[in-house]
């Protein structure tokens, strides 16, 4: 993933205003300094409980030790977290907003260096890390935001972390019950035997489906599953030539596994994460049929 495009998926809670939560603790802490007419409030960060450290390319420091569980590729994250630039200056910020960050770890939706620092912090911590530019957003930087070359620190406290059912590597398709197509290949994951009792849709039906997409090296480049959103659609409508082919043949609450050659895929477009002429392959789960045609 380009890194401009990690950078929307990161700055997407960028807010206008910083709300800065101070627990009971912190308010004791707080100094109050008067100089002349006016007062000075100078809010201590918390003491650190480990020395900087540094591991995978960026180093860090335990400002908060967390007791919950490591997240591991594929899991759903949810984040609060400041970013700094080598100046001290703040460029962005999610604590002013009603929702953590969410995205999946390991798939490239955000720089490398962030995607490195959440796979070694347990659920609950909070960490400073300094990430280096090539883990980070390289020598174009972000224009009016970021310079090239630029170190970043970041404050980050690891909320939550749960599996977002993406599988992490393409399903083996030995023993499955294959689908019968000329154009393309397909074997049925669910049910692991036999056919569902679902009907299937036809042309002009809307439907609800979940999918993964990967390219032959397993590489994933889009998931609805990632986003946690199911995909909705119109069979014979504007989607790949292969769903529209696979949807008559696959019943509700079926899952399949298909291999599209380019021409039931994107053709020869140019799309972000996949090259012309692609062969990709489709995990794709019917989930309901919302509307009869």
Excluded at 53 to 80: C, F, H, K, L, M
Excluded at 162 to 190: V, Y
Aim: hydrophobic share 40%; proline share 7%.
């Amino acid at each position: 993933m380009r890194n401009w495009l990690a950078f929307l998926f990161l700055s997407a809670s960028l807010g206008l205003g910083i709300w800065i939560k101070i627990t009971m603790q912190e308010r004791e802490r707080i100094k109050i300094q008067t100089q002349g007419d006016l007062g000075k409030v100078v809010v201590p960060m918390p003491k650190a409980i480990s020395e900087w450290q540094e591991s995978e390319g960026i180093r860090y420091q335990i400002v908060r030790a967390g007791v919950g569980t490591i997240p591991s590729r594929g899991d759903r994250v949810s984040i609060r977290y400041q970013g700094f630039l080598e100046s001290g200056e703040e460029f962005d910020s999610n604590y002013g907003q009603n929702q953590p960050f969410e995205f999946i770890l390991g798939h490239g939706q955000v720089i490398a260096g962030m995607d490195r620092l959440i796979r070694m912090m347990p659920v609950g911590s909070k960490w400073k890390t300094d990430i280096p530019s090539d883990l980070g957003y390289g020598q174009t930087g972000i224009e009016g935001i970021i310079p090239p070359n630029s170190s970043l620190r970041f404050e980050v406290e690891l909320i939550s972390a749960k599996s977002s059912g993406i599988p992490q590597k393409i399903p083996d398709t030995s023993g499955r019950t294959e689908l019968k197509f000329k154009e393309f290949s397909c074997w049925l994951l669910e049910p692991a035997s036999g056919r569902a009792k679902g009907k299937a849709p036809v042309f002009g039906d809307t439907v609800s489906v979940h999918f993964v997409g990967w390219h032959p090296d397993g590489t994933i480049f889009d998931s609805s599953l990632g986003r946690g959103i199911p995909f909705h659609f119109r069979v014979g409508g504007k989607v790949i030539p292969g769903f529209n082919l696979l949807m008559p043949q696959l019943r509700q609450s079926e899952k399949a596994l298909c291999i599209f050659p380019p021409n039931l895929g994107y053709q020869d477009a140019t799309l972000p994460g996949i090259p012309p002429d692609s062969t990709l392959i489709f995990q794709v789960e019917l989930l309901e049929i919302l509307k009869s045609s």
